[in-house]
């Protein structure tokens, strides 16, 4: 090897380097840090809705679907409970049913007549509408640490009605706080409570920062 491709050779690592050092790398897209494009698209989405589809996404259904010990009521998201947790997760699993993204069948185990969940796609969804949460297995009925699997006899049976009527809501950047009234009867004359939610808008849909009831 000649003397100059010896001192070329050289000169590269010691530029290479001084690259690295001085931190002058090609900047790395994060691909858990939303695109400005994609999240103000969103957020536009969203101020596009009418107040009963805005209702619908984020608020009414959700009330509907997770009642009695297992409603979704927080002012710190690592407070909400391990079994609530997991039946938010079959609360967006049958939306999602609903709207034809997932099969009805795709957690349905044959050998046992049961549902299998396993614990990693639980805690995928759930990091896509909380920011931080606390999911203690042992807290919750059905999982088996074999199959690190949560099983359940049915992923259905959310039922009944609700009469929700928006009373406010307001946009900031990327936040949105509304407040729905639930009224006792389709005649809208009674309000038995109310509840204000507060969202985070991402890329590609929402996180939940707070749900709080008022008794009326």
Same mark, same amino acid.
């Given at each position: ?17 001084? #690259? ?64 609530? #947790? ?80 928006? /009373? ?18 389709? /005649? ?29």
């Amino acid at each position: 090897m000649s003397g100059k491709r010896v001192l070329l050779i050289a000169l590269l690592a010691i530029c290479v380097f001084m #690259l690295i050092a001085c931190g002058a790398e090609p900047p790395v897209n994060d691909p858990d840090q939303p695109a400005s494009d994609d999240l103000a698209a969103n957020i536009d989405f969203y101020k596009s809705l009418s107040d009963n589809e805005l209702m619908y996404k984020i608020a009414s259904d959700l009330d509907l679907c997770l009642i009695g010990s297992n409603e979704l009521l927080f002012t710190d998201p690592e407070t909400i409970p391990s079994e609530t #947790l997991f039946m938010f997760f079959v609360y967006v699993f049958n939306q999602e049913v609903f709207e034809g993204i997932k099969d009805p069948l795709m957690y349905f185990n044959e050998d046992v007549d049961k549902y299998s969940v396993p614990v990693r796609d639980i805690r995928q969804l759930l990091q896509g509408y909380f920011e931080r949460f606390i999911f203690d297995l042992s807290q919750v009925e059905g999982y088996e640490q074999a199959e690190d699997s949560i099983f359940i006899n049915t992923m259905s049976g959310f039922g009944g009605a609700r009469f929700p009527k928006l /009373e406010s809501k307001l946009f900031d950047k990327d936040r949105l706080t509304m407040t729905v009234a639930y009224y006792d009867g389709p /005649e809208y004359q009674k309000i038995s409570y109310t509840k204000t939610y507060e969202v985070r808008f991402t890329s590609d849909g929402f996180m939940y920062l707070s749900i709080v009831r008022t008794e009326t």
